[in-house]
């Protein structure tokens, strides 16, 4: 069994327990320490300094191979790989090179399928037109798909998100078998985005299927107030949170082949004021789903909140 938590339960403790597969201290720090440990640079908005932890049943083994950190399982793995400040600089080449090289330690583990990536950027949003971050980085990653031969329909669920400090991190759960991948029949596939979102369109898919140890689970992707390509309700949080939730069940009822149930949210919210609003508003209507507030620029600049989910 995979689960995700958010708990206040230090980084030492979890890391010392046998069932941890991976934590994700929700601090504004994006660097390597050891395996098993991942600063994204995401912050918890929350005074409760939560950290995000990944555990299953069955021993884990961690390891480091060049700049990639790995913690797996006999069923999945998880590999890691930050970029430095400088390497930033170069998004492009840098991502390019990143994918590939997390692509040979998947392959080399025997975990050749990703189902699932994280992608945290710094000034995501910064750059004009094709020069933004967010673009130069969808270039980078779009080619190291073509390189590798990855077709479209072969694009993992994803989310891509800017923090406030430097560096970046890449990282990827990825399984033996063959993942299921999903579209959101309200949105255009990100991949077929038109020319005006950018030069490159964006390499992921809205969910994504798997049995991991005959459990089954959905990854959906990071997901936002878009309707087919266009971002709607601009500037009004709870109207975005409504359009965000109505594609969330939507894929729950029309992507989700083994009927899975939601059990955490990652929620994204560009802006630390919207904490009690967002908090209320979602509380509310999903009580019992664990959840996360956390702040960070959403892709687009128009998008106030972005909220990723895992399901089983
Ligand atoms: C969207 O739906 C919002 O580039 O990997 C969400 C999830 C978004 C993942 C990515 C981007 C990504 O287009 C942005």
Request: net charge negative; hydrophobic share 40%.
């Amino acid at each position: 069994m995979l689960t995700q938590r958010f708990t206040r339960a230090s980084s030492d403790e979890l890391l010392s327990r046998d069932d941890t597969l991976v934590v994700m201290p929700l601090t504004a720090q994006c660097a390597p320490s050891v395996s098993g440990v991942i600063h994204s640079g995401i912050e918890d908005l929350s005074p409760d300094q939560l950290n995000e932890v990944w555990t299953v049943n069955g021993q884990v083994a961690r390891g480091q191979t060049g700049d990639n950190y790995w913690s797996k399982t006999e069923d999945m793995i998880c590999v890691a790989r930050w970029l430095t400040k400088a390497q930033c600089e170069q998004m492009e080449e840098s991502v390019f090179e990143a994918y590939l090289s997390i692509f040979s330690v998947l392959k080399s583990h025997g975990f050749e399928h990703p189902f699932r990536f994280w992608n945290y950027l710094p000034n995501i949003n910064t750059g004009d037109g094709d020069e933004e971050i967010y673009k130069r980085f969808c270039t980078g990653r779009l080619q190291a798909f073509e390189q590798l031969g990855i077709a479209a329909s072969s694009f993992p669920s994803a989310s891509a998100l800017g923090h406030h400090t430097d560096g970046a991190v890449i990282y990827v759960f990825a399984s033996a078998e063959v993942p299921q991948h999903l579209k959101n029949d309200k949105q255009v596939n990100a991949f077929n985005y038109p020319r005006q979102y950018g030069i490159s369109s964006p390499s992921f898919t809205r969910a994504t299927a798997l049995t991991l140890a005959d459990t089954p689970y959905l990854f959906i992707s990071g997901t936002a107030s878009i309707i087919g390509h266009k971002t709607v309700e601009v500037g009004h949080l709870q109207r975005q949170l409504g359009v965000t939730l109505d594609n969330i069940e939507h894929l729950l009822a029309t992507a989700n082949p083994q009927n899975r149930q939601l059990a955490t949210f990652k929620v994204y919210l560009r802006h630390p004021e919207h904490l009690a609003p967002a908090r209320d508003w979602l509380n509310q209507r999903y009580p019992d789903v664990e959840t996360v507030f956390t702040l960070a620029d959403i892709c687009r600049s128009d998008l106030l909140v972005e909220i990723e989910c895992f399901c089983h």
